[in-house]
């Protein structure tokens, strides 16, 4: 089917002017429709959902209907009450002629609109201590938007995904191979990797056990919380949204806490090579950390502060973890340019671990002062 047909199968006021691919997502097809008429300008967002990412796309959609939904009271009423510094937005999704959420062609697969956000932009590296603070105030009000939900009411789109425990599991099951092993044996930087997983095992457990004793409450979590997720509004450099809501799930907000920081305060990247310039940014985490509190901290409990620090150092480890076991596994999972390249994500992440437990007292005091 065309898409300029597709597309206006969905309630969309005025006439379609201008249909484009858009962004560098890697997962949906995405492109940008712009329609006109007399009065007003409207550009929304077409997309497909990816199959073989998101198996069961329904879900996705369902999922999406909820958090929207739910989060545009949660706005409406805030606006109301006039308890905000700026204008919060969230994307709505457009639903069609018929009144369904999403559209299947003849090849099965979904299509849906949703609205754009306009006057933002979001950038694909942090800009530095006032950037990081307004994605740290975007990520804490997403989670307070949130907070509330019942996780109850979320299917997993993704099962397994931030379950350290798991990941360490099917490293455990690939060291079982003779090519595992054969890569191990030959590579004195991959034998020093397996030793840094070995002193940390119960890292990996950290946050899991708290949750299992009943110290942390599951919520529900963005799930990307990378900077190009998070929209600054062009005219006041203020956060004013958090997009890509496919992944939100239920679980800790701690996942989506050290993930962000993992990202915005690791200014060299996951693929550069020289480790000395591999270096966990306090600046940027103070100023992340404050946005973030002044927006989550209404509904943070004692413990579940006492675990953000546990969560900045868990993250890098547990990304470095997947790749590591990507690489003794022949690179299945994640994409790569060259055989080593894994490899070499690993070390950057492990070493951004290492950079973060050198800070940890100093992380700490940061985190008590808020």
Known sequence: ???????????????????????????????????????????????????????KPEVIMENMHQVTKHCHERLDADARAGNDDRVWQMPRIIRTKEGADYITDENGDIWRVI???????????AQGPEHAMECGAALGHFHYLISDMDPTAIQDPLPGFHITSGYLTAYDRTLQKPEARELLGASVEAKRLAKFIEERRELALCLEKAEAAGELKKRMFHGD?????????????????????????PGLVHMDFGDALRSICNPAGEEESNLMKVVFDEDLAT?????????????????????????????????????????????????TKQPEQNLN??????????????????????????
């Open 1 to 55: 089917m065309e898409l300029s047909i597709l597309i206006n199968k969905f309630n969309i006021k005025g006439r379609l002017v201008a249909l484009q691919p858009v962004g560098s997502g890697n997962i949906n097809d995405t492109y940008l429709a712009i329609y006109r008429n007399t009065f007003t300008e409207t550009q929304v967002i077409l997309q497909r959902v990816n199959r073989n990412v998101f198996p």
């Open 225 to 249: 919380p990378k900077v190009n997720n998070i929209m600054i509004d062009d005219v006041t450099g203020k956060g004013t949204a958090m997009i890509d809501l496919d992944t939100v799930s």
């Open 287 to 335: 100023a992340f950390c404050k946005g973030y509190m002044r927006e989550a901290g209404s509904f943070m409990t004692d413990a579940d502060r006492e675990y953000l620090y546990d969560s900045i150092r868990l993250l890098p480890f547990e990304l470095g973890l997947r790749f590591f076991q990507d690489y003794l596994n022949g690179n299945v999972y994640f994409k």
């Open 345 to 370: 994500r690993a070390r950057v992440q492990f070493r951004l671990c290492e950079s973060v437990e050198a800070r940890e007292r100093s992380i700490r005091a940061v985190l008590r002062r808020l």
């Open 115 to 125: 609205t754009r956000i306009m006057s933002a932009h979001a950038f694909d590296v």
